[in-house]
């Protein structure tokens, strides 16, 4: 058995993943994104890094004198109005709204949210679908993508790593191109390995 | 900044109840207004992370460069442990006001001063 510290695929090293955009990505995103008013939604499935790149956008426009005011919208969350205003009230025009879960904002809400939003310097949201606001980003995944995760994450575990690229087709399919859930899954295939020790 | 952690003897294993001792250092072209020396418990594992600090010790204006020695009584709980699903590690970290890379040393808290390997079971 191995030790959840030792475990590659342990939270923290997941969560510490960067996403992966080179330089010229990174200018075209941000470029696109100023140029719809920094209005922009990261659509993707579950699993395939928005929220990452949501996080990353963030540090990088907090790094420019932003404020980020963060909301997250979890399945069967009820919103208020009032949690809205929280969000809106004072913000100005080097404030950056971040909705984690737009599409699971009720329609009335979004209207008035967006309304009341207007003076705001930025909205940038995740979802699941494409709509309310500009798309910034469509998240795809592949086995490939996962694969090179993976070999990443191992790299300084063990020598034999020939089972990963199949391991990973496998998981992919099994998780619909879900990489969160791939990567949980080789949490669990690595913690049962018996240790030498 | 260039910070540092040292414990006296190296020793990096202790029971509730002890004393971890060392001193910390630091040399910065900045001034920071502060340095935080904080014993702190931390989860890592399959789940999202829970984290608790234990023990601050805030040294104000501390210059660009120095040293300070410092006496910490290990708390009595949570104990180092890991199973499968979840560790509970300690670790000293020395932190400064602008922001810059913190250093951090991982310690053993339990008895015996013996990290607790929870069995599996079938």
Known sequence: MLLARENP????????????????????LLTRFAANRWRGVLVGPHGSGKTTLR?????????????????????????????????????GERTLLSIDGLDRLGTVLWWRLRRAAREVGGILA?????????????????????????????????????????RCDELFARHHGDVRACL?????????????? | MIPGITLTDGLTAFAPGDYLTGSISWSSSERPAWLELRLFWYTEGKGTQDIGVAIRERFTDPGHHGEKTFNLKAPSHPLSCSGRLVSIRWALELVSSDDQPVVKVDVVIAPGARETVLGHVE
């Open chain 1, 9 to 28: 695929f342990r939270m923290q090293r997941i969560e510490a993943l960067r996403y992966r955009l080179d330089a010229a990505g990174w200018q075209q």
């Open chain 1, 55 to 91: 996080e990353e956008i963030e540090a990088r426009l907090r790094a420019n004198g932003w404020q980020v005011r963060a909301l997250v919208i979890g399945d069967g969350d009820v919103l208020r109005w009032s949690m809205l205003m929280d969000l809106i009230t004072g913000a």
């Open chain 1, 126 to 166: 995740t979802s699941h679908v494409p709509g309310r606001l500009p798309t910034l980003h469509h998240h795809q995944t592949s086995a490939s993508l996962l694969s090179e995760l993976v070999h990443g994450l191992m790299a300084d575990h063990g020598d034999d790593h020939a089972w990963i690229d199949q």
């Open chain 1, 184 to 197: 949980r899954s080789l949490y669990d295939d690595v913690g049962d390995q018996p240790t030498a020790s």
